[in-house]
């Protein structure tokens, strides 16, 4: 060790090193040091510190917490021979911060003994500082992001709501076709709006992929109508091969496949004129699990070779100024990489300029039933005729009648009570609107007392965001206050604007028993009805 330490190449190496680096002996002793830790704890130089105890000279500037923790890992590397590496946040005497890497190894002799220990502290206070402005950055975007979906999505809801109430009555032609496009440009409103909170969500690592079964051919079909409609007047012919030996159940997130296919979709129906648009959907067994894969063709403008290393840019939108009156934000494409990706799958793009283009995806799915989807479902999706329960904002619905249920709808914007209230009419049910948190506890404390003669509500249906107190606290103290079994168990349904945090595992951990999305979908709102009310309702009376 006396040798190391003496070694004149080895003292030129750590006065010219930017790292603090030094080496302790069997008793902790300094023996070897770079320049840099005479500066970092404030000696006039390196003589003024050799052949002391680590410990005394540290406790010049350093915490005893670190200290303790440094002879701890002096020990272990004693002890293992193997080297470790540790970050930490150092509150140096006197006030200053700062961050450093510790590598911590063995200085092994000539016969393999561990004759010392060489610490070397690497000073990424710069960086961590700037990692630290950027997590505050993006926490910042997250909650700007969070604050405009709520903002934006509440007008939308009442824009949609009230187009969707209107629309069921007897209307002469001109009037129907102009709520039809405002409820239109409301949805792809809507998607743009969807599109950015996926790539925040995705740039900030928080897109969760969230897997259940799902039909195959009901995923494929409500994909292949959502994109009929934007084909419209053009002259394109729409095209469809499916292999019928594709498992008819999968496990997997069946909202981020359709909209994988559906952004492959739109984007051939967007930028093809006239020829065709072909689909073809094929799979490969891979143990228990299924690689689906789709595969879109057109006839389109196609893509120009010097733009195809941008085609999955963000916020990127390809021959911009040609393309002024197509409809999107440039992030389609992007969002369908990194969600195949998500689902160990690929995305490939061929294309020739003027000529058409060829997107091919794939995902993997875990097989739920191997039963193939048949012969018979793939010809009717082949002859365009869908399955009704799949069928674009349920104009089809059929709505049950539940003259027997009781709703109360919480919400602190008098348009939003309105549009429930309208959505919920032709169910037949009761129901009852409160605009505060406050007001819900008191309805359903009410309804909850024995000597009570109004019914028990069946169903809450509660705003998330409302001032003073929000649905979540609302729902806390309904759980934990009141204090009847009906107050733990009626059902609560959160209604949210606010895209960025409306996960269904953040809701049901706060008491909440699911969520619907504003604009409120009338689908899910359908599904919840049917099975808060009806179904329960009906094992009632059957028993």
Request: glycine residues 6%.
């Amino acid at each position: 060790m006396e040798d190391l330490a003496q070694n004149f190449y080895n003292r030129v190496l750590l006065r010219a090193c930017a790292d603090i680096i030094f080496v302790l002996d069997k008793d902790m002793r300094i023996v070897l040091a770079s320049d840099t830790l005479a500066h970092l704890l404030g000696a006039p130089d390196i003589g003024a510190i050799l052949h002391l105890d680590m410990a005394r000279v540290f406790s010049a500037r350093m915490p005893n917490e670190l200290i303790e923790e440094m002879i701890g890992w002096f020990n272990t590397v004693s002890d293992t021979a193997l080297p470790i590496n540790i970050t930490r946040t150092v509150f140096l005497l006197g006030g200053s911060e700062m961050t450093f890497d510790f590598t911590v190894s063995p200085a092994v002799g000539k016969f393999g003994v561990i004759e010392g220990i060489v610490f070397d502290m690497y000073d990424i206070t710069e960086l961590d500082a700037a990692k630290r402005r950027a997590e505050e950055a993006s926490h910042s975007k997250s909650a700007f992001l969070a604050t405009m979906s709520h903002e934006i999505r509440t007008p939308l809801n009442a824009i949609m709501g009230l187009s969707e109430i209107e629309m069921r009555k007897d209307l002469p032609t001109e009037t129907r076709d102009n709520l039809e496009k405002i409820y239109r440009s409301g949805s792809n409103l809507l998607g743009i709006i969807n599109d950015i909170l996926d790539i925040s969500k995705i740039e900030a690592g928080s897109m969760e992929i969230v897997p259940s079964d799902y039909n195959t051919s009901e995923l494929v079909s409500s994909a292949i109508q959502l994109n009929l409609v934007r084909i419209g007047s053009k002259n394109i012919a729409f095209g469809l091969e499916m292999d019928h030996t594709i498992p008819r159940r999968l496990f997997g997130d069946e909202l981020r496949v359709k909209q994988i296919l559906s952004n492959l979709l739109s984007n051939a129906c967007k930028y093809t004129e006239e020829g065709f648009v072909k689909l073809s959907v094929v799979w490969v067994k891979e143990g228990d699990h299924a690689r689906l894969g789709f595969r879109v063709t057109d006839s389109g403008q196609g893509i120009r070779v010097e733009d195809m290393k941008k085609l999955f840019d963000d916020y990127t939108q390809l021959n911009a100024r040609a393309n002024r009156n197509i409809e999107g934000t440039g992030l389609g494409l992007a969002i369908t990489k990194r969600l195949a990706e998500l689902m160990n799958g690929t995305v490939t793009a061929e294309s020739e300029f003027g000529k058409g283009s060829v997107f091919t995806v794939t995902v993997l799915q875990k097989i739920v039933d191997e039963e193939p989807v048949g012969a018979c479902a793939v010809n009717d999706l082949i002859e365009l005729r869908f399955d009704d329960s799949c069928y674009e904002r349920g104009k089809n619905l059929i709505r049950s009648y539940m003259p027997y249920g009781s709703v109360l709808v919480v919400d602190d914007i008098d348009i939003n009570l309105d549009v429930v209230s309208g959505l919920l009419m032709p169910y037949g049910l009761r129901v009852d609107c409160v605009s505060s948190g406050r007001e819900a506890i008191e309805k359903i404390t009410e309804v909850g007392r024995k000597d009570s003669e109004t019914p028990l509500y069946d169903l809450v249906l509660m705003d998330h965001m409302m001032p003073e107190m929000d649905g979540i606290e609302t729902t806390e103290r309904i759980r934990r206050d009141i204090g009847t079994d009906y107050a733990r168990i009626v059902p609560i349904i959160a209604l949210t604007a606010n895209a960025m945090t409306g996960n269904e595992e953040m809701f049901l951990s706060k008491g909440f028993d699911g969520f619907i999305s504003k604009p409120i979908d009338i689908m899910r709102l359908d599904l919840e009805l049917n099975k808060r009310i009806r179904d329960k309702h009906k094992i009632k009376d059957d028993s």
